[in-house]
């Protein structure tokens, strides 16, 4: 397996940019700064997920010793990778929104953007929870604690 202390690292990265995304989305949406404060926080995240989905991914990362420790897992395993082009193409369409957002938004407009990000939070934090679990159960190792 990768490195325990670096596949702790990464997933202390993710938690992160997840914790500056849930602050900034508890910011005031009638600020003229909130679309900006999202979207320097979505941006951080989807900065943190690609490298997370580039270790991961490449040859002899942690889903490609998954699949050899653990080939009963493979249906997971391969929701877990599925995850990673989901969330990607989710956080970068929320990218797109927040760059077009007009100045003067409405309390409809504000509500959906916020509601698309909290499901971009969630899908982030499931993904998390999956891969953890799929590391318990091929290695018995938990990565969610120090130590």
């Known amino acids: 397996m990768n490195d325990l202390g670096e596949i702790r690292e990464r997933r202390a990265a993710l938690v992160g940019t997840c914790s500056a995304l849930e602050a900034a989305l508890s910011s005031p949406v009638a600020s003229a700064r909130w679309p900006e404060g999202l979207g320097n926080a979505v941006s951080a995240l989807l900065a943190t997920f690609g490298e997370h989905v580039t270790e991961t991914e490449s040859p002899g990362g942690t889903i490609e010793q998954l699949r050899e420790r653990a ?3 493979s249906d997971r395993i391969d929701r877990l990778s599925e995850q990673h082009v989901t969330i990607a193409a989710d956080a970068g369409r929320l990218m797109d929104r927040l760059e077009h957002v007009p100045s003067e938004r409405s309390d409809d407009e504000n509500a959906a953007i916020r509601e698309q990000a909290l499901e971009l939070l969630t899908a982030v ?9 799929l590391l318990y159960e091929a290695y018995d190792v938990d990565v969610g604690s120090p130590g």
Do not use: N, T
């Open 71 to 73: 080939p009963r897992l």
């Open 125 to 133: 934090v499931r993904h998390r929870q999956l891969g953890a679990d």
